[in-house]
């Protein structure tokens, strides 16, 4: 499968403030996405990340927030904006189909742990 | 998009087989059956997936009723490390996953 680069691993923020996070896979990749894990519950789709064009956000997260880029087929960041105490969450990136054909699962990364202070 | 239901937890013992049942009674008929587990903080880990037939690899077994309305994975010889959040998923057409609340499996000595 897919080899996922996740950074930062972990961070410690100010309220107010940004924080970009990137994702960066060993081979190009059809899909990417970005999920919200806040703590002790499950993951929640936050968009799709579209090569060359605007994210497609789900319902409930807006680009404002979370303005997402992916610029080509192995990478792509997201910005969580103008952070709260309430953004303190795991977020992961996740991508789907390689050009290993037999590599048909959905790989995750490791996350990136936000705390907001 | 087809929703999944599993029981919030579960306990099985080392070395037995755990199996771990999901209802996906509004599946469409060209959706997949995703599993996937997360050990405490990790990224989710793929176990295996299936359609209509019934799956095998070497971590996991997949069993799918004949109507698709519900599956079981099962664990052929549960150890300390399956100790973990195992989700049951249904692809959709959009190819997104959309993760349910989980069954929390904890394998006891």
């Known amino acids: 499968s897919a080899v996922i680069s996740q950074k930062p691993s972990r961070d410690i923020c100010q309220r107010g403030t940004s924080l970009t996070i990137q994702c960066q896979v060993d081979s190009q990749v059809t899909m990417m996405f970005w999920y919200r894990q806040q703590p002790g519950q499950s993951l929640t789709l936050i968009a799709t990340a579209n090569q060359g064009s605007e994210a497609t956000y789900e319902s409930g997260f807006v680009i404002d927030k979370f303005p997402i880029s992916r610029p080509n087929l192995t990478f792509s960041t997201l910005t969580v904006s103008n952070m709260s105490p309430e953004d303190s969450s795991i977020y992961l990136c996740s991508v789907y189909g390689t050009r290993d054909r037999a590599s048909y699962g959905y790989t995750f990364g490791s996350g990136t742990r936000l705390t907001v202070v | 998009d087809a929703k999944t239901t599993q029981p919030p937890s579960m306990d099985c013992a080392e070395g037995r087989a755990a199996n771990l049942p999901c209802n996906h009674s509004t599946i469409s008929g060209n959706e997949y059956v995703y599993w996937y587990r997360q050990i405490h903080s990790q990224g989710p880990q793929y176990i295996i997936h299936?359609?209509?037939n019934n799956e095998t690899n070497e971590m996991a077994s997949l069993i799918i009723t004949e109507d698709r309305k519900s599956s079981t994975l099962i664990l052929p010889h549960a150890t300390l490390r399956d100790t973990a959040v195992y989700y049951c998923?249904?692809?959709?057409?959009?190819?997104?996953?959309?993760f349910g609340g989980g069954t929390r499996v904890l394998v006891k000595p």
């Open positions: 998923i249904v692809k959709d057409a959009g190819n997104k996953l959309t």
């Open positions: 299936g359609l209509k």
